[in-house]
């Protein structure tokens, strides 16, 4: 995994939020299997999104010590957000935003993500992966490389 260099040598838990969180702005607009629009901070557990991934967990985290959140541009589309997102994309795989360009964003606000029943969420047509999906495998891989570094 490529993002995996971006981690510190020695990590530990209490690493996670700031290197691995994985948040959107609040006002990223999300849509619903009915129609709708919503802020991402508005989500609750049990929606249903436009394309089939109902929720099972709302994240909101603190944004202001996850590194530096960017404006990222992916596929036309704009999303503001912590440098671990995680996109899939059927032509390029998975990107990882620690290794896209992106505008800084000044604002320390709560971010926001979900958990999804299949791990991913779609936002502006991007495919993002869900809270878990884009913490799991870099945290797995961390601590496996650690735990192998100590026998």
Same mark, same amino acid.
């Given at each position: 995994? +490529? ?17 691995? #969180? ?24 049990? !929606? ?5 991934? @109902?929720?099972?967990?709302?994240? #909101? ?9 960017? #404006?990222? +541009? ?11 997102? @995680?996109?899939?994309?059927? !032509? ?6 620690? !290794?896209?360009?992106?505008? =800084?964003?000044?604002?320390?606000? +709560? ?5 999804? !029943? ?8 991007? @495919? ?8 799991? =495998?870099?945290?797995?891989? +961390? ?9």
């Amino acid at each position: 995994e +490529k993002s995996a260099k971006h981690l510190p040598r020695c990590f530990s838990l209490g690493d996670i939020h700031e290197h691995l #969180e994985c948040g959107l702005h609040g006002d990223t607009q999300i849509e619903l299997d009915d129609g709708r629009s919503v802020n991402l901070k508005d989500v609750q557990v049990n !929606d249903q999104l436009r394309f089939g991934q @109902r929720v099972l967990g709302v994240v #909101e985290m603190d944004g202001s010590n996850v590194g530096i959140l960017k #404006e990222y +541009k992916f596929g036309g589309a704009t999303f503001i957000g912590s440098p671990n997102l @995680r996109i899939y994309s059927k !032509d390029l795989g998975v990107i990882s935003a620690l !290794d896209m360009p992106g505008v =800084p964003v000044k604002s320390r606000q +709560k971010l926001y993500n979900v958990i999804t !029943d299949t791990k991913f969420i779609v936002i502006n047509g991007i @495919r993002f992966f869900d809270y878990n999906g884009g913490l799991e =495998p870099l945290l797995w891989k +961390k601590m496996l490389n650690n735990q192998q570094n100590d026998l």
